[in-house]
């Protein structure tokens, strides 16, 4: 259960992603705001902020479906920290306009700032060492978000034949007709992993570990589909032969139809799951804790055929988890540093998995109190390799999910947690922090106490998603002293 002496103890953390923090242009990034949400933490006594994944995105702002599983989102990057490298003039800190369009504008003149730095300069140097150190990724990464630029957005199935197909004739010239388009992007990623790792050593300074998010499954427009297509089940013309999702249930006569292309697993385990292991490496390097979205997928997927409309005609395929798990052990170890997502229906074959490569599963408070005293995310079934949460990105607030429930069944949870005297969210928090789970994650919606309209994500739904932040003025001491005497009493401080 020693995940890297990450469940050596109990603990406490707080679920935050970078873009809901304050401060920036449209959205939360790594610069002041960051920090001071470290110090915040710390201040508190929490030891673990998990985020969502931090890689480009789409235009529909999703962390879950990104151009790359190797590169950091550019939008995320602090303009504070370029303003003070003399990259950038102070005033491009409050221009108005499209925040995503101010972004790339003033990365566009750091850029061009930077080209003027002599090559002894210790940031040139510092460049030229992140690139040799990337190149793994970074090239095709560059070239596709480059061709992406310039073919304005259009996925790379949609390219011209010879550019979507890779031909090394068009690749060169695309390498040199879009030279200095490919060096923003590199310097971009650099500025990004540079702003990344100071932040990390500084939450590592003041005693906080970093915990990230891995989708098991990628977007079909990625450099990484496009870069490595025999690592997926495509036809001649890119697109996905299958697709991802999940099967009918109670919630969904349908099922749910993710779009994203499956894995040729056989490919991938003829190169000894070579492409899994740069991905966690990327990964290590990010976080000192890592999520695996959807684990069940490891041990048998649900495979759509492509021309479906729906999840109705998939059918489960069996996974080569194990070998892929255990390929990950000996290359970094015994004790991966992982989280299993192992939420909805999850079956003997896919616990046994998780439980074999001693991975921790998760709890979510909020689905606890239907089924009856058998639910397993009610406290009493849990269990020590457990991370509890309130709610995960994808539930409603806690205090906002309570007040849609009905007079009885607000009875039934109170009656369960006999906590009359607490109101939401505290009474749920508090249920979270006392549970044997070695690790407790509270939303910062449930640790601000805020109800509905507060929502990050609601899955199913294409609109205004992923866009909460909080202010600092929601954060007042009350916050911090509530959250220091809970972490103290059930014993998940230092």
């Given at each position: 259960?020693?995940?890297?002496?990450?469940?050596?103890?109990?603990?406490?953390?707080?679920?935050?992603?970078?873009?809901?923090?304050?401060?920036?242009?449209?959205?939360?990034?790594?610069?002041?705001?960051?920090?001071?949400?470290?110090?915040?933490?710390?201040?508190?006594?929490?030891?673990?902020?998990?985020?969502?994944?931090?890689?480009?995105?789409?235009?529909?702002?999703?962390?879950?479906?990104?151009?790359?599983?190797?590169?950091?989102?550019?939008?995320?990057?602090?303009?504070?920290?370029?303003?003070?490298?003399?990259?950038?003039?102070?005033?491009?800190?409050?221009?108005?306009?499209?925040?995503?369009?101010?972004?790339?504008?003033?990365?566009?003149?750091?850029?061009?700032?930077?080209?003027?730095?002599?090559?002894?300069?210790?940031?040139?140097?510092?460049?030229?060492?992140?690139?040799?150190?990337?190149?793994?990724?970074?090239?095709?990464?560059?070239?596709?978000?480059?061709?992406?630029?310039?073919?304005?957005?259009?996925?790379?199935?949609?390219?011209?034949?010879?550019?979507?197909?890779?031909?090394?004739?068009?690749?060169?010239?695309?390498?040199?007709?879009?030279?200095?388009?490919?060096?923003?992007?590199?310097?971009?990623?650099?500025?990004?992993?540079?702003?990344?790792?100071?932040?990390?050593?500084?939450?590592?300074?003041?005693?906080?570990?970093?915990?990230?998010?891995?989708?098991?499954?990628?977007?079909?427009?990625?450099?990484?589909?496009?870069?490595?297509?025999?690592?997926?089940?495509?036809?001649?013309?890119?697109?996905?032969?299958?697709?991802?999702?999940?099967?009918?249930?109670?919630?969904?006569?349908?099922?749910?139809?993710?779009?994203?292309?499956?894995?040729?697993?056989?490919?991938?385990?003829?190169?000894?799951?070579?492409?899994?292991?740069?991905?966690?490496?990327?990964?290590?390097?990010?976080?000192?804790?890592?999520r695996i979205d959807h684990f069940r997928g490891f041990e048998a997927y649900w495979e759509i055929p492509a021309h479906s409309e729906t999840a109705i005609e998939g059918r489960w395929v069996k996974a080569p988890g194990a070998a892929l798990l255990a390929c990950c052990e000996e290359t970094f170890g015994e004790t991966l540093p992982l989280v299993a997502e192992d939420l909805g229906i999850i079956t003997a074959e896919v616990d046994g998995l998780r439980r074999r490569f001693r991975i921790p599963g998760m709890r979510i408070l909020q689905f606890a109190f239907d089924g009856g005293p058998a639910n397993p995310y009610l406290p009493h079934n849990h269990a020590a390799d457990s991370v509890v949460y309130t709610g995960t990105h994808d539930n409603d607030t806690t205090l906002s999910w309570f007040e849609s429930l009905s007079a009885e069944q607000q009875g039934y949870v109170y009656d369960y947690l006999g906590r009359p005297g607490l109101t939401m969210p505290e009474a749920l928090v508090r249920t979270a922090m006392a549970s044997v789970a070695r690790l407790a994650i509270i939303p910062m919606q449930d640790v601000l106490g805020l109800g509905s309209g507060h929502r990050m994500n609601t899955p199913g739904t294409v609109g205004d998603n992923w866009n909460w932040r909080f202010d600092w003025e929601q954060l007042s001491g009350g916050h911090i002293e509530r959250l220091a005497h809970q972490i103290r009493v059930y014993g998940r401080g230092g």
């Amino acid at each position: 259960m020693d995940s890297h002496g990450i469940f050596d103890r109990r603990r406490a953390g707080i679920l935050l992603h970078i873009s809901s923090l304050p401060g920036g242009s449209g959205n939360g990034d790594l610069g002041a705001d960051a920090l001071r949400f470290v110090d915040f933490l710390a201040a508190a006594g929490v030891s673990v902020w998990q985020t969502l994944p931090i890689n480009p995105t789409h235009e529909d702002g999703s962390p879950y479906q990104c151009t790359s599983v190797h590169a950091g989102n550019p939008l995320l990057i602090g303009l504070d920290w370029l303003v003070e490298r003399g990259l950038l003039e102070a005033d491009a800190l409050a221009r108005p306009g499209d925040s995503k369009t101010e972004r790339r504008a003033a990365l566009q003149q750091a850029f061009d700032a930077f080209r003027l730095r002599t090559p002894a300069d210790a940031l040139c140097t510092a460049f030229g060492d992140f690139v040799s150190a990337n190149d793994g990724w970074l090239g095709d990464y560059a070239l596709y978000a480059a061709l992406k630029e310039i073919h304005n957005g259009l996925p790379w199935q949609a390219w011209p034949s010879a550019l979507r197909d890779r031909k090394p004739d068009a690749l060169a010239t695309a390498n040199t007709l879009y030279a200095d388009t490919i060096a923003r992007i590199r310097f971009e990623q650099f500025v990004f992993f540079e702003q990344w790792h100071g932040l990390r050593e500084y939450a590592g300074s003041k005693g906080v570990l970093l915990f990230g998010d891995m989708p098991i499954f990628v977007a079909s427009d990625s450099a990484e589909v496009w870069s490595g297509r025999d690592n997926f089940q495509l036809g001649d013309d890119g697109q996905p032969s299958v697709v991802a999702g999940v099967p009918p249930d109670y919630f969904s006569a349908t099922g749910q139809r993710w779009g994203n292309p499956h894995y040729n697993w056989e490919n991938m385990a003829r190169s000894g799951f070579s492409w899994w292991l740069d991905r966690l490496r990327t990964q290590l390097k990010l976080y000192d804790l890592v999520r695996i979205d959807h684990f069940r997928g490891f041990e048998a997927y649900w495979e759509i055929p492509a021309h479906s409309e729906t999840a109705i005609e998939g059918r489960w395929v069996k996974a080569p988890g194990a070998a892929l798990l255990a390929c990950c052990e000996e290359t970094f170890g015994e004790t991966l540093p992982l989280v299993a997502e192992d939420l909805g229906i999850i079956t003997a074959e896919v616990d046994g998995l998780r439980r074999r490569f001693r991975i921790p599963g998760m709890r979510i408070l909020q689905f606890a109190f239907d089924g009856g005293p058998a639910n397993p995310y009610l406290p009493h079934n849990h269990a020590a390799d457990s991370v509890v949460y309130t709610g995960t990105h994808d539930n409603d607030t806690t205090l906002s999910w309570f007040e849609s429930l009905s007079a009885e069944q607000q009875g039934y949870v109170y009656d369960y947690l006999g906590r009359p005297g607490l109101t939401m969210p505290e009474a749920l928090v508090r249920t979270a922090m006392a549970s044997v789970a070695r690790l407790a994650i509270i939303p910062m919606q449930d640790v601000l106490g805020l109800g509905s309209g507060h929502r990050m994500n609601t899955p199913g739904t294409v609109g205004d998603n992923w866009n909460w932040r909080f202010d600092w003025e929601q954060l007042s001491g009350g916050h911090i002293e509530r959250l220091a005497h809970q972490i103290r009493v059930y014993g998940r401080g230092g």
